[in-house]
């Protein structure tokens, strides 16, 4: 079974950045997918970025150029740094991981451990 811990969310001004973590506990995966995800009050939880074992990273069009997700794995820790933040970047923010099965793409990976959650609060 493995934990995900988040931490690092606060509230910031727009324009101002914030690094969210996310350390991984108990069975960790040689190979896998990493992600963060955001759910905004009353909208849909949606992807905001992805890594594999390989540190091969996508990212949603909305965050590009600003966002960046990165793993320090002798520490099994997630990160996501966040610049330029906007209001509408205010949200929930969840790491996720999951098992990569060969060629896959973590993108599109319906993962199955989840964090509690962050909130990112940017304010104008």
């Known amino acids: 079974q493995m934990k995900l811990v988040e931490s690092g969310g606060g509230s910031v001004q727009a324009g101002g950045s914030l690094r969210v973590s996310c350390a991984a506990s108990?069975?960790?995966?040689?190979?896998?997918?990493m992600g963060w995800f955001r759910q905004a009050p009353g909208k849909e939880r949606e992807g905001v970025a992805t890594i594999d074992n390989d540190g091969s990273t996508r990212y949603a069009d909305s965050v590009k150029g600003r966002f960046t997700i990165s793993q320090d794995n002798a520490k099994n820790t997630l990160y996501l740094q966040m610049n330029s933040l906007k209001p509408e970047d205010t949200a929930i923010y969840y790491c996720?991981?999951?098992?990569?099965?060969?060629?896959?793409?973590?993108?599109?990976?319906?993962?199955?451990?989840w964090g509690q959650g962050t909130q990112v609060t940017v304010s104008s």
């Open positions: 996720a991981a999951d098992f990569r099965s060969t060629l896959e793409q973590c993108w599109y990976k319906d993962f199955g451990y």
């Open positions: 108990g069975y960790t995966y040689s190979s896998y997918c």
